[in-house]
């Protein structure tokens, strides 16, 4: 089964606008933390934020926002006001357990983003 | 260096040649991460270590692929008796552990089997 869904393969945002970009994921484990990267062109995965299972708030970095609903086991990125410069792949990757030590990160299938002037 | 370093960032090889790919990760950093990346796709994981544990190796593809971490720092990705469909794009990353911590990618080596 899939740990990591991201049911968009693409979408187009127009410049200024917000873009919600959806994820969704799969784990019995009570610990989790779940990721945004972000891939331009040029290959480099970028890390955009972060949200732990037992944070309290949304995370929010800038321009980036995640709207995560635990009960529906939901992460949703949101980008505000887009710019060209966010035209990009796009994945939401998540990491599982207690361990003090990291683990292995799961990544999604990933959206595509284009913004268009 | 300050960040993940790959080598070489572009391979071509022969059909059954066997290569190997470099990672050197962040200094300090304990988790160290193989990742597969075809054209135009998600990241496949490949292998994870972590200090000194046992690797999670239940990401590679097959008995051609293995991997190792010398020293807890350096590490090693081989492919032996190279296919058409290994060509791809092989990321590592590495992160300082704990699971709110990111992971800090490399560039990349893109292998191309011919």
């Known amino acids: 089964a899939q740990k990591i869904t991201q049911t968009q393969p693409g979408m187009f945002v127009q410049e200024k606008e917000a873009v919600t970009l959806d994820c969704t994921y799969d784990?019995?484990?009570?610990?989790?933390?779940l990721f945004w990267y972000k891939q331009p062109s040029s290959g480099e995965m970028i890390f955009l934020i972060y949200?732990?299972?037992?944070?309290?708030q949304n995370a929010t970095e800038g321009r980036y926002s995640l709207n995560f609903q635990k009960a529906r086991k939901s992460a949703n990125l949101v980008i505000s006001a887009s710019q060209l410069g966010d035209s990009a792949m796009y994945f939401c990757?998540?990491?599982?357990?207690?361990?003090?030590?990291?683990?292995?990160?799961?990544f999604g299938g990933g959206t595509r983003v284009l913004v268009k002037p | 260096g300050a960040g993940v370093s790959q080598s070489p960032s572009n391979k071509v090889t022969e059909k059954g040649k066997d290569v190997e790919l470099r990672c050197d990760p962040i200094?300090?950093?304990?988790?160290l991460y193989w990742y597969r990346q075809s054209l135009g796709q998600g990241l496949e994981f490949l292998i994870y270590?972590?200090?000194?544990?046992?690797?999670?190796k239940s990401g590679l593809p097959s008995d051609r692929f293995s991997a190792e971490r010398t020293g807890g720092s350096v590490s090693t990705l081989t492919i032996q008796r190279t296919q058409q469909e290994d060509s791809a794009v092989y990321l590592c990353?590495?992160?300082?552990?704990?699971?709110?911590?990111?992971?800090?990618f490399g560039q990349g080596t893109r292998l191309t089997v011919v």
């Open positions: 990353a590495s992160s300082s552990g704990g699971k709110g911590t990111e992971a800090f």
């Open positions: 784990t019995s484990d009570p610990s989790y933390g």
């Open positions: 949200q732990g299972s037992y944070d309290q």
């Open positions: 990757a998540m990491r599982e357990g207690q361990k003090a030590a990291g683990n292995k990160l799961t």
């Open positions: 200094s300090g950093h304990t988790a």
């Open positions: 270590f972590q200090g000194n544990s046992a690797p999670d």
